[in-house]
């Protein structure tokens, strides 16, 4: 019987493979779907990592967790500059770092900071090169393109907008980070002194607002008491997991939609594969005819065209998880490519269920014909 | 070996006033060579499948030995054509991408009935048919040896009955003659019963009698019905 299937598909190869081909591209698109979001949420998350508790001036909670983790250019409404030197005093908090945006450098921004958060960033390990000491020492990302040692100067404004450059002032890199799979791999970070100066703002007269403060509490506790007490009419403190969660939700519900349309699409692929293959049985009835004339039982028939349908389809199914992986593959390396946020594109258990449900409905499909051809009546091999 | 009996045995479709088949007696015996004849349209074919089993008719019996084949169900009847009855048709029916021998013994093989000698019984088999090559894939064969590769098949699991429709007629005449030979010759070899639906004549000529078919109807019933 493998033979007479082998030599069988081998003969019909074109249209065997238009089925694979169909089978697989409507399995790759579902696939494809449930990896990407899976990519997105797992690398979001682990980019939210290191940032425990971000405080800013009273808006948009998810706008600045974009902000400060995925370094996403908007204009934030700033902070009191008091708050700053107060958390930096609060018992509870290990340390209270800065971010002050404004600036970039071809198409990385530059972020104004302390050396607290180049430590949290590089988990408590020096720069490669060095720490920085002055005003104009900067601390690169590992996916910065310039080296130890080159000097440049920050054009005003987010990557990409038309600003005018910095010419009075420029900076030089003095060390660089280890790689962390976050757009942070993108940023360069300068002391917030210099970018209060250059522009215009002195810390001397009275503390310059900033945008956003990372704060790392000492204990799980002070993390939910510092988030109560900054949250007012004046600042909103966030854990950027939770915003993140919330995020997901409306990415969960787009997934959602998604795989609808995909599932449509699957399903319109297995109606066009039932009537292909139902023509075809049709089209093979003196065939069929033939083989129960000479003595095959039709339980044979019916496994000959079920078995042949499933191997395609089951080919096909194979063939669309793995053309799924590239796609989302490529999709999230172009996207890391683009903002430094590292996306995990992997497979959980739970995709095996997923193969198991498609395979079922192979088989199921297939059945629809394996049973036309059983029901087919000998007579057929006889001229008439 | 086995005999035929046809008792008040009668094929009608929706449609047709007249029934298709319509045969009140027949009999052929064990190991007889009987030629059927007829215009196209007189009923033939639906003779091989009402004797074959890949049809029942509305009414009578399809007794070959003591066993009416009508009565048995479809899959009973399937089993019993696979063991009792060669066929060789018109068209060939060779599977393409299969080698001879595979052809040979694939129907055998889907029925799981291949034996120890099988193989060895199929090699025979080629060989007495004239194939050189087992292994020849049947892309490659002539007309002629494609109907003797599916006379070779017919005869792989020593069947009691060879039933052969119109096996020449695709044929041209010299490998026509050859497959005529085959037949007679492997039938009488075998003592199988052989009942052949024919123009052809040289064939007709060389069996021990010959039935005409009219309408339906045997056109020399009275002579059968006495003899009966």
Request: with cysteine.
């Amino acid at each position: 019987m493998i033979r007479f299937i082998l030599a069988d598909l081998k003969r019909l190869w074109a249209a065997s493979l238009i089925i694979v081909l169909l089978v697989a591209l409507a399995a790759a698109l579902g696939v494809g779907i449930t990896l990407q979001e899976r990519a997105l949420r797992l690398g979001s998350a682990r980019a939210a990592d290191k940032f425990d508790l971000v405080i800013g001036a009273a808006g948009s909670e998810t706008q600045l967790v974009l902000s400060s983790v995925f370094l996403q250019p908007a204009p934030l409404p700033l902070l009191a500059g008091d708050v700053l030197a107060k958390l930096k005093q609060d018992p509870r908090v290990a340390f209270a770092a800065p971010i002050g945006f404004g600036d970039s450098f071809k198409t990385y921004p530059v972020v104004g900071s302390t050396p607290d958060l180049i430590n949290a960033l590089n988990n408590g390990a020096a720069p490669e090169g060095g720490t920085p000491a002055g005003e104009h020492d900067a601390v690169i990302g590992s996916a910065v393109d310039l080296t130890i040692g080159q000097s440049f100067e920050p054009m005003h404004g987010a990557a990409g907008d038309a600003g005018h450059v910095h010419t009075e002032f420029s900076y030089q890199v003095v060390g660089r980070l280890m790689p962390t799979g976050t757009a942070w791999d993108r940023a360069i970070i300068v002391p917030i002194e210099a970018v209060w100066e250059i522009h215009g703002l002195h810390a001397e007269e009275e503390p310059p607002g900033v945008p956003a403060i990372l704060v790392k509490p000492k204990t799980i506790a002070d993390a939910y008491r510092l988030r109560g007490e900054y949250r007012g009419d004046q600042t909103v403190a966030v854990f950027p997991g939770e915003v993140l969660t919330r995020l997901y939700a409306t990415l969960g519900d787009a997934r959602q939609v998604m795989s609808i349309i995909a599932l449509a699409a699957q399903a319109l692929v297995a109606g066009a594969i039932a009537l292909i293959t139902i023509a075809h049985v049709a089209q093979r009835r003196r065939q069929i005819g033939a083989l129960r004339a000479f003595g095959a039982p039709r339980s044979a028939v019916f496994g000959i065209v079920w078995i042949e349908l499933l191997t395609l389809m089951g080919t096909g199914i194979a063939l669309g998880f793995l053309v799924g992986w590239v796609a989302v593959r490529l999709i999230s390396d172009q996207l890391t490519r683009q903002n430094g946020v590292v996306l995990p594109v992997e497979f959980q258990g739970g995709d095996l269920g997923l193969a198991l449900l498609l395979l079922v409905a192979a088989a199921v499909i297939a059945a629809v014909p394996a049973l036309l051809a059983y029901r087919q009546p000998a007579v057929a091999a006889l001229r008439s | 070996m086995l005999a035929l009996t046809l008792d008040q045995v009668q094929v009608s479709y929706p449609g047709l006033e007249t029934p298709v088949l319509d045969i009140r007696s027949l009999t052929v015996a064990a190991e007889e060579c009987v030629a059927v004849t007829g215009p196209s349209g007189s009923g033939k074919t639906t003779l091989v499948n009402i004797i074959t089993g890949l049809a029942c008719p509305d009414r009578g019996r399809v007794l070959w030995g003591a066993e009416d084949i009508a009565a048995l169900a479809e899959a009973r009847r399937d089993r019993w054509r696979a063991e009792t009855i060669g066929l060789v048709m018109q068209e060939f029916h060779l599977f393409e991408g299969l080698s001879a021998l595979d052809n040979v013994l694939l129907p055998a093989r889907l029925r799981r009935a291949t034996g120890r000698d099988t193989l060895d019984h199929a090699h025979a088999l080629l060989a007495r048919v004239g194939i050189k090559r087992a292994n020849q894939s049947t892309a490659t064969l002539s007309r002629g040896e494609m109907q003797r590769v599916a006379v070779a098949r017919a005869l792989l699991r020593r069947p009691k009955v060879l039933i052969a429709d119109e096996p020449t007629a695709s044929l041209d005449p010299g490998h026509g003659a050859e497959v005529a030979e085959l037949l007679l010759s492997l039938a009488r070899e075998s003592g199988a019963t052989l009942i052949v639906v024919s123009h052809d004549e040289r064939l007709i000529n060389r069996m021990d009698r010959s039935l005409t078919l009219s309408a339906g109807r045997l056109a020399n019933a009275a002579f059968a019905g006495l003899a009966a």
